[in-house]
């Protein structure tokens, strides 16, 4: 091979490595320009969702205020009083705790007693006779008493908080539909190792009350879950 011969192919390898390096280098800008392009619409379309999600949240939190507010001003045109709903809901849920906890047969009427006293209620109330009757027992010649939820082993408890609506008001009287949970669970937790969740019941029961501007208790009225219904005077 000459001299002159060489030189034409030197100049052509030459000039395909620098046409190879001039793609490299473009396709390096190139992707290095998308990539930079693909991050920032990232970036964006991420800063866009998070504002998407925080107009969401603002909206979502506009319509309960405004649902909020829209209850409270008819709860005003009502007449009824935000006060007067927080005391009563807190009277009436010390009453339902009163009723419905005991563990004993001595508990039980012990919370009739409880009832009667701290809400003033008469015990010849149809509520104490019929819903809350006194409890069966059976008595020995030396006068000890043997009570039936002994017998049996029943506890009673008020479950989660009740749901309280006023559905009436009148001259500073506010009637009350209550919905209450009530566990009733069994000594065989303790004596048979069983679990709580197997040897408990839950029972919804509905009840009436009217409550005056002093607080006193009055038309105590209620449903148990069998759907028997008591009723007081």
């Known amino acids: 091979m ?45 800063e866009q969702g998070a504002q998407i999600n925080g107009i969401e949240e603002q909206l979502a939190d506009i319509q309960k205020t405004n649902a909020e507010q829209a209850n409270a001003d008819v709860m005003a045109a009502l007449g009824v009083s935000q006060n007067r709903l927080s005391t009563d809901g807190e009277r009436i849920t010390s009453l339902l705790s009163t009723a419905f906890t005991w563990d004993t047969g001595q ?4 919370a009739r007693a409880s009832l009667a006293s701290r809400f003033d209620l008469a015990e010849n109330e149809t509520f ?75 029972r919804r029961a509905l009840l009436f009350v009217t409550v005056d501007a002093q607080g006193r208790v009055s038309n105590l ?9 008591r009723y007081s005077k």
């Open 128 to 202: 104490l006779k019929s819903f809350m009757p006194p409890s069966r027992f059976s008595e020995d010649s030396q006068g000890r008493r043997y009570y039936y939820i002994d017998t049996v082993g029943l506890n009673s408890a008020l479950g989660a908080n009740p749901d309280i609506e006023v559905v009436d008001v009148k001259a500073g009287l506010y009637t009350y539909a209550v919905l209450a949970d009530v566990e009733v669970t069994s000594d065989a937790t303790s004596q048979n190792r069983a679990s709580k969740a197997s040897v408990t019941a839950h």
């Open 2 to 46: 000459t001299a002159q011969t060489s030189r034409p192919t030197r100049r052509g390898s030459a000039r395909r490595n620098l046409s190879a390096l001039a793609t490299a280098a473009v396709l390096a800008v190139v992707a290095t320009v998308g990539g930079m392009t693909w991050s920032s619409q990232h970036a964006a379309l991420a």
């Open 107 to 110: 508990g039980y009427e012990a």
């Open 221 to 229: 009225s209620g449903t148990p879950a069998s759907g028997e219904t």
